[in-house]
């Protein structure tokens, strides 16, 4: 299975301190997580959502990632109530019996988020990124079009 994550540079490490200072939609702060996603576009789309509109100023560092894992993750059950959601992916992490875990995006229901447990005992077997630069002007910028 290949893993996708578009981040800034100083933020590829698959060591999860990003949730655990802010948490995440489906983890508490305090608690490690390492968010993929299931397709390269979704990865975009996951960013994009949280940039300014108009991309003005926004950061050039992007870089989009990949790593292969053979496990399979484990399904939780989607619930739309926040405090639910949170309690199931940290009753997950507590539990620690897989490394991933799958969840539907909110972005795209269709596809998948997949969530990284960084402390058990497989995390190690994910082999870091591999990346390419990224750049959201050259993605969403229009070709001219013909006169």
């Not at 949730?19 to 490690?32: I, L």
Request: overall charge neutral.
């Amino acid at each position: 299975m290949r893993l996708w994550r578009l981040a800034r540079r100083p933020f590829l490490a698959l060591d999860g301190s990003g949730a655990e200072r802010h948490g995440a939609r489906w983890t508490s702060p305090g608690r490690p997580v390492v968010n993929f996603a299931s397709e390269a576009a979704l990865s975009v789309l996951i960013v994009l959502r949280y940039l300014p509109r108009d991309l003005e100023g926004i950061d050039q560092d992007y870089l989009l990632g990949w790593t292969e894992t053979e496990e399979e993750p484990e399904d939780i059950p989607f619930t739309p109530d926040p405090v639910e959601k949170r309690a199931r992916g940290d009753a997950w992490l507590s539990s620690n019996r897989s490394l991933l875990a799958a969840v539907p995006s909110a972005v795209l229901p269709e596809a998948r988020l997949i969530l990284m447990n960084p402390r058990h005992p497989k995390a190690g077997s994910i082999a870091p990124l591999t990346v390419r630069p990224f750049s959201f002007e050259q993605c969403l910028s229009l070709p001219p079009m013909p006169g």
